[in-house]
């Protein structure tokens, strides 16, 4: 059972105490006095209501300059009563401030609870649909009733990208579509009325909503958040283009139902193993892109890329036949060819290399598809690039490590034993 919200309650002001004996009677010896003296006798009564409304908080004060005016020494008073009016002041000022302060403090309390109710009343249900499929759906459902994209977009885009975080730590290669579901009303006019003076209307059957955005991809978990930021304005222009198609006249939004993410597991990765020789993709094949795609005619082209690494990197060091007389001193066990991302990963634990694989996206970028285990990188790094061809048959090519970034020349993102990516 859900808790209602709260309701502020105002504070009374609180009552004024009544006078004490000891005041009344302070009060009764003050007025005791009185001067004949039409000008005297204002300052006089001045002291005397002073006292009463507690402006001067002690008697012996009050009865100090009532003294002053009995012996007639008006320049005395003077710096008497300046006194007392700065210290009044104070008082005042410093009474003020701490009703202020515990005010403050008292709206703060309740603006948490309230906020803390509201927090678990309108949190918005998380779903995950078709979880053990290759392309489940993640629901952020709406409990509040938001009419405006912004709101909607900005009170269910942190939870779901959690989701999706959550989602890549099993499957680090998808592509992703956002989108919205959404409710509209149309009101209709009471043509029937019998006043003239009002217009009624009905509500009408509502009717569901649909947008999405295209799909981008994404290969690592780094990358979920910036993607999705980036999918904001396409996906206001497509829920826009969307309500534009279902609604006419008197008919307007409800409300935001849900927000949610499509997560398609890309072939690429565990199931992708890399074979014969492909040739260089056409961006990436001028000589200042850094890659080197040595021509094996077999299933290895995985292990003529570390052979090829264990040279000193010459001119001809790339030749089958010069790769061939290479002493190999790296361990080959539990490893079969062609070979895939999880033995490429034993390939690492027994010669402790950190292996790094890119991989071209449709946007004609490379990403890391695979980081290895960085543990490793001080003994050695290698990074390769896998391709693919149109009938799935995927190679390695090694990537040299002083390759790098040229806008002439490609988009290949190495950086001199580094992992940058973007």
């Not at 209501?49 to 020494?73: E, F, G, H, P, V």
């Not at 806008?407 to 950086?415: K, M, P, R, T, W």
């Amino acid at each position: 059972m859900t808790e209602k919200p709260q309701k502020r309650k105002s504070t009374k002001p609180q009552k004024a105490k009544p006078p004490s004996k000891k005041l009344k009677a302070n009060i009764a010896s003050l007025e005791e006095w009185s001067s004949k003296d039409p000008f005297i006798e204002v300052f006089n009564q001045l002291i005397i209501s002073n006292y009463k409304d507690r402006t001067i908080a002690q008697n012996r004060t009050a009865t100090a300059a009532q003294d002053l005016l009995k012996s007639n020494d008006l320049n005395k008073f003077r710096k008497k009563y300046a006194t007392i009016v700065t210290l009044a002041k104070k008082k005042t000022g410093t009474t003020q401030a701490k009703r202020e302060e515990r005010n403050r403090i008292e709206t703060e309390e309740t603006d948490k609870k309230m906020k803390a109710v509201e927090r678990v009343v309108f949190r918005p249900n998380l779903k995950t649909r078709k979880q053990e499929t290759e392309a489940p759906s993640h629901e952020v459902e709406f409990k509040r009733d938001y009419t405006n994209f912004n709101e909607a977009w900005d009170n269910g885009k942190k939870l779901l990208i959690k989701m999706i975080e959550k989602h890549m730590e099993k499957k680090p290669n998808i592509k992703l579509n956002l989108g919205f579901t959404y409710t509209v009303v149309k009101i209709v006019i009471d043509a029937d009325n019998e006043d003239p003076l009002t217009v009624e209307g009905n509500e009408q059957e509502p009717l569901k909503g649909l947008c999405s955005t295209t799909s981008v991809s994404i290969y690592n978990i780094a990358s979920v958040k910036p993607s999705v930021n980036d999918l904001k304005g396409q996906l206001e222009f497509s829920f826009q283009k969307s309500l534009e198609t279902i609604s006419g006249s008197s008919w307007s939004l409800k409300r935001f139902d849900t927000i949610f993410a499509k997560t398609h597991t890309l072939n690429a990765g565990r199931k992708k193993k890399g074979g014969s020789y492909l040739p260089t993709p056409p961006q990436l094949a001028h000589s200042k892109c850094g890659l080197i795609n040595i021509q094996n005619h077999d299933q290895e082209c995985f292990k003529w890329c570390m052979k090829y690494h264990q040279t000193g990197q010459t001119k001809h060091d790339h030749r089958i036949t010069v790769l061939q007389k290479m002493e190999d001193k790296y361990d080959w066990s539990d490893i079969t060819f062609p070979i895939s991302f999880d033995q490429i990963t034993t390939f690492e634990e027994n010669n402790k290399v950190t292996m790094n694989i890119w991989e071209i996206a449709e946007d004609g970028k490379t990403y890391l598809t695979k980081q290895g285990n960085v543990l490793h990188c001080q003994t050695g790094m290698v990074n390769l690039l896998l391709v693919e061809n149109e009938e799935g048959q995927a190679h390695y090519i090694y990537i040299y490590q002083e390759a790098r970034q040229d806008a002439s020349y490609g988009h290949l993102q190495i950086l001199q034993l580094s992992l940058i990516h973007t």
